[in-house]
């Protein structure tokens, strides 16, 4: 079965760029989004469709996907990002909608 | 944007049947995709389905032999059941607007423990 695999922790000082990964087979060829989950609340998408933003998601926040690995970074870190990010897809051949593991946003 | 609400009870016993609800507002179910996902505590993300607004559903292989996802559009929600339930089905069950199968709206989740 296709599988996403996203890092466990990454952590960012404030006002640098975080970056966090998800690989998956030839996933270059999918559309890639991106939730952020606060403790507590829902996931809310702050990418679509590999790079698009949502409508009152900041600027800071961007998407890129190419071969087998998607990237959502994030510039200007503010310890409100602080959250889990997971990236999903639509595994068109199978009909199943995939989340990555998740990956814990730290601000340092 | 459509706002989503999750309903049902919080505690289901083992082997019984977990019922939630998702009223829909702001918008209609009779388009598109709707989809329930999970989150066990302190787990990731769990797509459990979808159904689409003239009754077709997909969900998770699984789960698929204990769920069935469907929709009514007289009432504008869209509904889950999920069978033979075990301690392993305790999660936050989240109900979401599923358009092009990306999530742009999720309820607040509801809470549901398996307990005797």
């Known amino acids: 079965s296709y599988g996403l695999t996203q890092p466990p922790s990454v952590s960012v000082a404030p006002g640098q760029t975080a970056r966090m990964t998800c690989g998956g087979n030839?996933?270059?060829?999918?559309?890639v989004h991106w939730y952020q989950q606060k403790p507590g609340q829902a996931p809310v998408m702050v990418v679509f469709?590999?790079?698009n933003r949502p409508s009152g998601i900041p600027e800071r926040f961007s998407g890129s996907n190419s071969g087998n690995t998607a990237t959502l970074t994030i510039n200007r870190v503010e310890a409100g990002d602080e959250a889990d990010y997971y990236c999903?897809?639509?595994?068109?051949?199978?009909?199943?909608?995939?989340f990555g593991g998740g990956t814990k946003l730290t601000v340092l | 944007q459509v706002q989503l609400q999750e309903s049902g009870p919080g505690l289901v016993k083992p082997s019984e049947t977990l019922s939630l609800i998702c009223n829909v507002s702001g918008g209609s179910v009779s388009r598109d995709y709707w989809s329930w996902i999970r989150q066990a505590p302190g787990k990731g993300l769990e797509w459990i389905g979808y159904v689409y607004f003239h009754g077709r559903s997909n969900s998770n292989p699984s789960l698929e032999s204990r769920v069935t996802i469907s929709v009514d559009t007289s009432k504008n929600q869209f509904l889950l059941n999920l069978r033979s339930v075990t301690a392993a089905d305790t999660a936050v069950y989240y109900c979401?607007?599923?358009?092009?199968?990306?999530?742009?709206?999720w309820g607040p989740g509801t809470l549901v423990t398996v307990t005797s």
């Open positions: 030839d996933l270059g060829g999918k559309s």
């Open positions: 469709d590999d790079s």
């Open positions: 999903q897809v639509w595994h068109s051949s199978t009909d199943q909608v995939i």
């Open positions: 979401a607007s599923s358009h092009q199968l990306l999530f742009d709206s």
